[in-house]
């Protein structure tokens, strides 16, 4: 379930990116060659940015690379470093719940207020901040998941998982990563000739 989920805002997160960089490459296009332009490419790169960033907070706390400062978490005893892991999610938990409270009354003034970007395109400002809305309350949803399972294992003092899971991501972690991230590119690459 996690990998799905994790496939699919990764797909949407490319996406909107690759849309965007064919926008603007016609954009960039038409006013070279024929001194047009097509109006809005800075507009949509803006919602592209504000979407794009909501989806990368979840995949960044799925893949647990959210940064943290674990100078001296490896050096404390099990017990300590599973309270640091459970007190981390929690607190990003906290602070999704409270961005996304805080998005909902953004999203309220637009309505009340009717707003529109003021831009040639005068986009009713409610149809991307929505999009943006969307994607903090994933955001939210996601953290609480990951606390609500960390909170679990705390309470049933199951130490070991909890630092498992929910522990910064070390260096050796990160290096056999790329690793095999690496070794799946060159196989790929090498299947690809014939």
Do not use: C
Not at 85 to 114: E, H, M
Not at 134 to 139: I, N
């Amino acid at each position: 379930m996690k990998d799905r989920i994790e496939t699919l805002l990764a797909t949407v997160f490319g996406g909107i990116f690759l849309t965007l960089s064919v926008v603007v490459a016609i954009e960039t296009i038409s006013r070279k060659l024929f001194n047009v332009s097509v109006q809005g490419a800075d507009e949509l790169g803006g919602y592209a940015l504000a979407v794009g960033s909501t989806i990368a907070f979840s995949l960044a706390l799925m893949g647990r690379n959210h940064i943290r400062v674990d100078v001296f978490h490896e050096r404390f005893p099990r017990g300590v470093q599973a309270a640091l892991n459970w007190l981390s999610i929690v607190s990003l938990a906290a602070f999704g719940a409270f961005i996304a409270w805080v998005a909902f009354k953004v999203i309220g003034d637009t309505l009340q207020y009717g707003s529109t970007a003021q831009t040639p395109w005068a986009t009713p400002l409610i149809w991307p901040q929505g999009v943006w809305y969307a994607g903090l309350v994933v955001f939210a949803l996601v953290a609480f998941g990951y606390a609500a399972r960390a909170t679990l294992l705390l309470a049933t003092h199951r130490i070991d998982t909890l630092n498992h899971d929910f522990h910064p991501k070390s260096t050796k972690e990160e290096l056999k990563e790329e690793l095999e991230d690496l070794a799946q590119r060159q196989g790929g690459a090498q299947g690809d000739k014939p």
